[in-house]
């Protein structure tokens, strides 16, 4: 399975732009790219996800280097409720496994007011 | 409204005591996940099932198992715990196919053993 990297930690002030980036150098064709949220005891929420282009929802943005091999998630505006650990997923719709959501470690992000 | 539910949302055990967790879903999606998490770690997937295609990871303990009898429910069953399966227990959800594949996870189930 092609793997992600992503930073331990990051910070933002509050009000201000997130952009959590995301390595997958191995990424294959059929991969796309899905970012999950998880506040602080609760479960992992969806937050986004794309193949090829950019992708914008009411939470975030995501924006896919032309290569594919990275990814940033774009908060637009950091709040409070934005502290969380955001994890980068990759899912291959051609493998037999692609019912799997499988998580590497994430960066945990801290707001700061 | 809560579209994968899990119950209770704690759980104490006795060390080697049977424990069942449960989990229910709205959503029809025919992929069901059972997570383990620990402190300060990121859930490990234990098993899946694709509709009931029984899925287990290769490391996953035989300690636990799981049944799904129907598509809305599904159960983790942990025959002996030990204190080492303290833990958070994720249920999640998707479709397979499609563009709208994203998965939807419950609250989770905090799991004390003693």
């Known amino acids: ?36 949220r998880q506040l602080p005891s609760q479960g992992p929420e969806y937050v986004i996800h794309g193949l090829t282009s950019n992708v914008n929802n009411r939470m975030a943005s995501l924006a896919i280097a032309e290569d594919r091999k990275s990814s940033t998630l774009i908060l637009h ?37 | 409204d809560a579209m994968v539910i899990q119950n209770p949302r704690y759980q104490v055990t006795q060390f ?11 959503l029809n999606h025919n992929v069901m996940y059972w997570y383990q998490q620990k402190s300060s770690q990121a859930p490990k997937l234990l098993f899946h099932y694709y509709d009931k295609d029984f899925n ?5 303990p035989d300690n636990f198992q799981s049944r799904r009898p129907n598509t809305s429910f599904c159960f983790l069953d942990i025959r002996s715990p030990g204190l080492g399966d303290a833990a958070m227990y994720l249920c999640a959800t998707s479709r397979r196919q499609g563009l709208n594949t994203e998965a939807f996870f419950g609250q989770g189930t905090r799991l004390t053993v003693v």
């Open chain 1, 77 to 113: 505006r950091a709040t409070l409720r934005d502290a969380a650990v955001y994890y980068c997923i990759l899912r291959d719709t051609q493998s037999t496994s692609y019912d799997k959501v499988i998580f590497g470690p994430g960066t945990s992000l801290s707001v700061i007011p």
């Open chain 2, 56 to 60: 287990n990871e290769a490391d996953t």
């Open chain 1, 1 to 36: 399975d092609a793997k992600t990297t992503q930073p331990n930690s990051m910070e933002s002030n509050e009000e201000e732009p997130v952009h959590l980036p995301c390595n997958h150098s191995t990424i294959s064709g059929t991969d796309y790219i899905h970012w999950y």
């Open chain 2, 16 to 26: 080697g005591k049977p424990v069942t967790l449960s989990c229910s879903q709205t």
